[in-house]
């Protein structure tokens, strides 16, 4: 896949630039167009500054990489705090830092050198069955590991960025002992061996192999909206589960400036464009997620499901327990 535009055709051909090149910046995105495009388009009608997207489901690091201080590419968009990680591991950012980012963008939410922020918050749930567990019933992560739970708990692979993030959460809170005990003990209440997306977990509720999962708050609002899945979300409470003396696990969407970006200018505004009180509202939206920036309401859909505490982490602190997290799922063989 390329980038075609008329500035770059011009200077393949050796002919100089034209003082009045069309303005862009380039995007690599594993988040799907659907979700940015109507911010990008925003942005072009704001500026002028045309917009180009590269997306793909994988492999965009490598290709960072491959490409070197040659990549057209300026920003990288994606979802998880591991993935932003393995960009920044990958050595394909730079540090970039403005005031508006900085003001916001909350402190616990982007990276403390600057090599990506987030952009919107998803928070990890706990999906019980109305039929089968009461409200109130369970209210913690600590919980899921209780006997009381033997046979009912249906997730998704150990090792997925979403169930890696929370587990590194928890060893950040507890340590890595009591992190792989936890653990175990979820393992010892599965109801089935860990397979399908978190929206299959909600489905196997549904049908009655499970009474409870974990997934991502955005799944409900999207089963919510899609007509074959609307039955699922119907049979389960989304309950926002807190560690103890703690709060719900929160994750990002989020950006990182390319360490080639050659149109770094355009790349920063844009950031800036995204994180900006418009954008936030309509980002957020798309996905049912939550708005990062503090004073920019959630949608209503999500108001609806009520209000709820975050963890307070940094995101860059569960980042560090990622790695010591992943040992604690291969240790305990929770795939297996
Ligand atoms: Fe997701």
Known sequence: MKFVRSAAAILALGIAFPATAAEEVNVYSYRQPFLIQPMFDAFTRETGIDVNVVFANKG???????????????????????????????????????????????????????????????ARLIYASKDRVEPGE????????????????????????????????????????????WLQGVKSNLARKPEGNDRAQVKAIMEGQCDLSIGNNYYFGLMSHNEEQSAWAQAVNPVFASFNGGGTHVNISGMALTKASPNKDNAVKLMEFLASDLAQQMYAEQNFEYPIKADVPTSGFLKSLGSFEEDKLDLAVIADNRATAQKIVDRVGYDE
């Open 138 to 181: 369970i209210t913690s992560y600590e919980d899921l590991a209780d006997p009381k739970w033997a046979g009912r708990i249906c997730t998704r692979s150990g090792s997925h960025v979403y169930q890696i993030a929370l587990l590194a959460a928890y060893t950040a809170h507890y340590g890595e002992e009591a992190a792989e005990q």
């Open 60 to 122: 965009l690091v490598e290709r960072l990489q491959q490409e070197g201080a040659n990549s057209p590419a300026d920003l990288i968009f994606t979802v998880d705090i591991g993935r932003l990680q393995a960009a920044y591991d990958g050595g394909v950012t730079q540090s970039i830092e403005t005031d508006a980012l900085l003001a916001n963008i909350p402190e616990a939410m982007r990276d403390p050198e600057g090599h990506w922020f987030g952009l919107t918050k998803r």
